[in-house]
């Protein structure tokens, strides 16, 4: 098979498209951003890459905590309105219903399924970007998106979910069918 270079390019992909939210100057404030990545469960880990210049790294930079609110499809033209405009212009904290965050008071958004609380740990700046190492302090789940499992509760699936994807094809995707299930389908591989 012949590889084709396209170049230094992150090319990582799916994307999961999220809303990071602040306070800047004691305003709530909601960017569209697709440089989110687990970083470790145990402890709980995130990190997120914003542009140094963003009205949301400021509030960041300030407050030293932000949320990731995970919107569904049908809150796409808002998701993408988010990274269209910045919040030096518009109230985009006006958009959305909010709740604050019980051990920060970080802005987080009613209709997201999933948000995380975080709290910074570490910023470095490479070139224009700004990355941030945070500690997720809380995750809250709308109700209905909660499954009881074994006496467990537990997140529901991702088709109920039904998140943002987004690739470097600059196109936003929904999720599809689940193929298998963790540390089991590599069983068929094992020698021993
Ligand atoms: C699909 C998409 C993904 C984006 N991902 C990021 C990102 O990961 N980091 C970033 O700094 N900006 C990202 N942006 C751009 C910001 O969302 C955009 O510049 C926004 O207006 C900044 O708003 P603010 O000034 O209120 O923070 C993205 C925009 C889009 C449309």
Known sequence: MSKVKLGAVPLVYPI???LVGTNV????????VG???????????????????????????NT????????STQMLSLADYCGMVSGCDVDKGALFATFQG???QV????????GLECRVLEVTQIKHRR???????????SDQFVVTIDGKKQIADLIQLD???????????????????GYREGTCHKTS
């Open 131 to 141: 990355l941030f190492i945070a500690e997720v302090v809380e995750c809250y789940v």
């Open 163 to 181: 998140p943002i994807i987004y690739a470097l094809d600059n196109r936003y995707y929904g999720i599809g069918s689940p193929i298998g299930v």
């Open 64 to 71: 030293r905590v932000f949320s990731v609110n995970f919107p």
């Open 102 to 104: 019980e051990h920060t």
């Open 35 to 61: 440089d989110c990545a687990v970083m470790g469960i145990q402890p709980a880990l995130v990190t997120i890459s914003l542009s140094a210049t963003h009205h949301t790294t400021k509030g960041i930079d």
């Open 25 to 32: 100057d004691g305003v709530a404030n909601f960017t569209e």
């Open 16 to 18: 999961p498209i999220v």
């Open 107 to 114: 802005p987080l958004i009613e209709d997201c399924p999933v």
